[in-house]
């Protein structure tokens, strides 16, 4: 197994403390999204560095020798590199055009390179930093890291190399978009997401080839104009293989302040895993929700004291997406999810219950909209939203307990319109087919049972009847039914005298007969026994009661 290449009290935190002049740098610096280092070389001395202080070179900072595997430089090819608006009368293999970008470590250009006539990017070590041995090893090994990784979120590196002046490049695929910092507030939250998901991607290939990044954050990330999402910057990157001479040997700790997971803060290599990228996951998620980074304070070396301590920034937002991010940011490392595929998981379901409460959004505007008016269909319309939310997201106790409301509505509205099947299966599906309501609606559906077939069978005996009969509603006089003997006798057509009223009949023999009849029809009482005479259809008399 191989040492340790960190001595024992390797801080970041600590080591800031415990030099006046770092001290008084850090607490001076604002607390940016710029990456802060802790690096040793190989007899265990170390030193801060952070893109602010660059005229702060290598300074002993902690002593205690530890083995550091060094990277050998004899490997890396020599290969002709002319500088954006220079001229050179030797054959140049790259042509660097103009400047794309630049971190803490390197500046990325445009380059030509001529062999395979090609538009490539090229980063470039930094020239304050070319005869730095640390800045050396440790462009070497992010160069190394890359170059290892095949993965199609993670740019691809074509070639390492060192130009006229000795200086460290390595060229890699060209980019055409932006740093997803840049555009982070313009995307929605939907675009934010899916680069997230995307970027899981990367780090769940990287930590299969037992990698973990330490540095994940918006400045970090490459979006192409195609829809490209590549992880950049792997620099900070650490190996959990003891037997990996490539990366276990790095003698650096560190992170971005503004992101940093408590272990890396406090500079515990120990402690360091891959639920230390989950942190960072976890921080861009806090970013997409909220528009800020977890952890603030009022210079560098507050931002890390509240990195070390776990201090999340305060937000009002109390979606299941921020209880996300909240418990991939748990200060101990073993309460984070267990790996990114469970904080992937956890992104799909979020979005299914997202979608789940936009659904019943939709059916409360709906059934608000169609109020006291609303019809079957309305209801049918609504129930199937609410379904379809439950679908989504099968423990959205809000859509059952609507879903309930809704059929109870439904039924009610049913019962008035005289469907009281539908009503009572309606109350079973609510769970309330023992309910007084549903008592009451099942007697009055027992009663019109009871009450069709007393008229089914009054209806039977009276059409077969051998006396002429004419069957009238009191409430109006509207002829409901005339029998056999009575379109025989009158010859009258029973089919066309329903639905017609007494007054419509032209039977009378006069309008007083006819008159005296209706003004009896309106009480029941009266109408007992009433006797009173129509016209045949033979035109004579006939006495009816």
Known sequence: MKPDPHPPSAN??????????????????????????????????????????????????????????????????????????????????????????????????????????????????????????????RFLLEARTIGSLDHPNVIALHELGTGPQGELFYSMKRIDGTSWD??????????????????????????????????????????????????ADWGLAMSLDVDDSLTTGRAAIGGTPAYMAPELAAGDTAAQSILTDIYLLGALLFRILTGHPPHHGENLLDCIRRAAANEIRETSIRSGWIQVALRAMATRPHDRFADVAAFADALAREKEHERSIDLLRRADRLIRKVGTDAKHQDYGIVEALIREALDAWPGNREAAETLAQLQMSHARAAAANGDFDLALNLLAQAGQADSELSARIRGQRDSRREQAVRESRFSQLFTQSPDAGLMIRCADGEIVEANNRFETLTG????????????????????????????VLATVEGAVDFETRIIGRDGKLLDMS
């Open 12 to 137: 970041l935190l600590a080591t800031l403390q415990a030099d006046p002049e770092l001290l008084q740098r850090a607490t001076a610096s604002q607390a940016t999204s710029l990456t802060v280092t802790l690096e040793f070389d190989s007899t265990g001395r170390g030193r801060i560095d952070h893109p602010d202080w660059r005229d702060r070179q290598s300074l002993p900072l902690v002593a205690g020798a530890s083995p550091v595997v060094q990277l050998d430089e004899g490997f890396v090819p020599y290969r002709p590199m002319v500088g954006p608006g220079k001229r050179s009368e030797l054959e140049t293999e790259y042509r660097l055009v103009g400047m794309l970008g630049s971190g803490g470590t390197g500046v990325v250009y445009q380059a030509h390179q001529r062999a395979i006539n090609r538009e490539v990017a090229v980063k470039v070590l930094r020239d304050e930093l070319a005869k730095d041995p640390l800045a050396r090893q």
């Open 182 to 231: 840049r555009s982070m507030d313009q995307m929605s939250f939907e675009e934010n997401l899916d680069t997230l998901v995307r970027l899981c991607d990367a780090i769940r290939y990287a930590h299969s080839r037992e990698l973990i990044h330490r540095d994940i954050k918006p400045e970090n990330v490459m979006l192409g104009r195609f829809g490209e999402v590549l992880l």
């Open 492 to 519: 009258h057509d029973a089919g066309a005298l329903v639905g017609k009223t007494i007054l419509e009949l032209d039977l009378w023999p006069n309008v007083d007969v006819r008159n005296r009849f209706v003004e």
